[in-house]
T-cell receptor
Framework: DVKVTQSSRYLVKRTGEKVFLECVQD?????MFWYRQDPGLGLRLIYF???????EKGDIPEGYSVSREKKERFSLILESASTNQTSMYLC????????????????FGPGTRLTVL | GQNIDQPTEMTATEGAIVQINCTYQTSGFNGLFWYQQHAGEAPTFLSYNVLDGLEEKGRFSSFLSRSKGYSYLLLKELQMKDSASYLCAVRDPGSGYSTLTFGKGTMLLVSP
């Protein structure tokens, strides 16, 4: 079974703090993703990584950065947390590009509910 | 860009059949996924369609029409545990990285 774990289920931080969210997968997946999920807005992609030390911006990268020093670990960093970053953060992983038509679904971690006060 | 639409909420009765629709307008297409997400939990993969037609998996089926930009998820013999949010997502090959764009999700409430 694929397992994607996230460092915390719940986190409370203060405005201006630096926040680290960590994600680990155990399936040797090439791709890893960070999303945030908000009511009425759905899942939105923040950043993704297709290889160690490689990263690409998603749809809403502003205010976030990422780090992938090892294949199994992908970190999301909020340099200076703000109240509008209060959200559910979901990490996911998948295999890299396969032939057209292959499933290659994303597997999600349990999520971290971050509250910024 | 991608635009994916699905109804916000649906209600149904235990034992019934429900169909959740998803329409999409995308610059490219390499598959459509359905995920199920219970409240407070991670999304879990339900189905994948890349060719036109119906894919069946037990009580769940998913249909795709690429020419119409349309998919549906059909849930039969509804159970209370099927109360969840159902997410439609499209994969765009243009990105080259297997990224998905998700719809906002359809909250399904199954009542006794």
């Amino acid at each position: 079974d694929v397992k994607v774990t996230q460092s915390s289920r719940y986190l409370v931080k203060r405005t201006g703090e630096k926040v680290f969210l960590e994600c680990v997968q155990d399936m040797d997946h090439e791709n890893m993703f960070w999303y945030r999920q908000d009511p009425g807005l759905g899942l939105r992609l923040i950043y993704f990584s297709y290889d160690v030390k490689m990263k690409e911006k998603g749809d809403i990268p502003e205010g976030y950065s990422v780090s992938r020093e090892k294949k199994e670990r992908f970190s999301l960093i909020l340099e200076s947390a703000s109240t509008n970053q209060t959200s559910m953060y979901l990490c996911a992983s998948s295999w890299g590009w396969r032939e057209w038509g292959s499933y290659n679904e994303q597997f999600f971690g349990p999520g971290t509910r971050l509250t910024v006060l | 860009g991608q635009n994916i639409d699905q109804p916000t909420e649906m209600t149904a009765t235990e034992g019934a059949i429900v169909q959740i629709n998803c329409t999409y307008q995308t610059s490219g297409f390499n598959g459509l996924f359905w995920y199920q997400q219970h409240a407070g939990e991670a999304p879990t993969f339900l189905s994948y369609n890349v060719l036109d037609g119906l894919e069946e998996k037990g009580r769940f089926s998913s249909f795709l029409s690429r020419s119409k930009g349309y998919s549906y998820l059909l849930l039969k013999e509804l159970q209370m545990k099927d109360s969840a949010s159902y997410l439609c997502a499209v994969r765009d090959p243009g990105s080259g990285y297997s990224t998905l764009t998700f719809g906002k999700g359809t909250m399904l409430l199954v009542s006794p």
